[in-house]
């Protein structure tokens, strides 16, 4: 007991509150936190949760040997932890790079940073697009058909192009139903829509390894889900067994929707009111906003 309390007064001594605390202490206490809070939030979505779990363990014991002097044991972990810590960069690349690219979708950089800003000058995709993929997904739902249509947003798609079939046509509900028809060449896989033309088909996507996803759900959404975590682009999901639509953005899986809800979220990947919106900031209401609507 007595090298317990020896050891928190030669090691916690020096800890004590600042005299003065400025505006730049409390600053750098909100983003430390937001940093902190955020960091663990993801790691707790990915298997590098296990990882944190087992060095929470080696934590532990360290501190016991410090405590008691076990000097084998302390000299053990001095000399693994550099090894350690570079085989956990190799063993969790995959999360690294995910968390990277999840940083690089935030808003906030988007706000910050502009990178391209003629995407945001047109419409994404017609409203005869739109009505066509919500007809040709609901005749879908109603036949039982599976089918995976991937909306082309900021990010470029183009390397998941490469893994299909390049079809280049325009949006049509008969050519979408006709590619996921049963026994068809271009059925299996995922169809990929950039403005108002059908790219390619036949697309494989990355599969989600996120624990926390339903069992039941099978490669079909895995593979929506997939996507939405390494790009930003809204995926639409019609389940084969069920008949059900669902809808992946941003990781996230949203089941069981009808025509009204997913012709919402096509109007917000539209973006079509942004160029209003720019327009009535400098100059009011505008002559051709009719046009522009």
């Excluded at 298997?47 to 002097?69: E, M, P, Q, S």
């Excluded at 079939?165 to 068809?184: A, G, P, R």
């Amino acid at each position: 007991m007595e090298a317990i309390k020896n050891y928190f007064y030669n090691y916690f001594m020096w800890i004590s509150l600042p005299k003065r605390i400025e505006p730049t202490d409390i600053i750098e206490i909100c983003i430390l936190a937001y940093l902190i809070y955020h960091v663990v939030k993801w790691v707790k979505t990915t298997r590098a949760w296990t990882l944190v779990k087992g060095l929470v363990v080696i934590a532990v014991f360290w501190f016991l040997a410090i405590v008691f002097d076990l000097n084998v044991i302390i000299w053990i972990i001095k000399n693994t932890i550099n090894v350690g810590i570079i085989a956990i960069v190799i063993i969790f690349q995959p999360e690294f790079r995910k968390a990277l690219e999840q940083l690089g979708q935030k808003n906030l950089v988007k706000s910050i940073i502009t990178f391209d800003d003629s995407k945001d000058r047109v419409e994404k995709f017609s409203d005869h697009t739109l009505g066509q993929i919500v007809r040709a997904t609901f005749e879908l739902a109603r036949a039982k058909t599976g089918a995976l249509i991937v909306l082309e947003e900021d990010i470029s798609l183009a390397d998941f192009e490469s893994t299909g079939i390049y079809i280049d046509s325009l949006v049509s509900s008969e050519l979408l139903i006709n590619i996921f028809e049963h026994n068809t060449p271009l059925h299996d896989g995922a169809v990929i829509i950039r403005g108002n033309r059908i790219t390619a088909a036949t697309c494989y996507l990355p599969l989600s390894d996120n624990m926390q996803l339903s069992k039941d759900l099978g490669t079909r959404h895995r593979a929506g889900i997939g996507i939405s975590e390494v790009t930003d682009s809204l995926t639409i999901i019609v389940s084969e067994e069920t008949g059900k639509v669902s809808i992946a953005k941003g990781g996230k899986l949203i089941r069981n929707v009808d025509g009204d809800y997913l012709r919402t979220k096509l109007v917000d990947a539209q973006k079509k009111t942004n160029e209003v919106k720019k327009l009535k900031l400098w100059k009011g209401r505008i002559k051709n906003e009719r046009e522009v609507d």
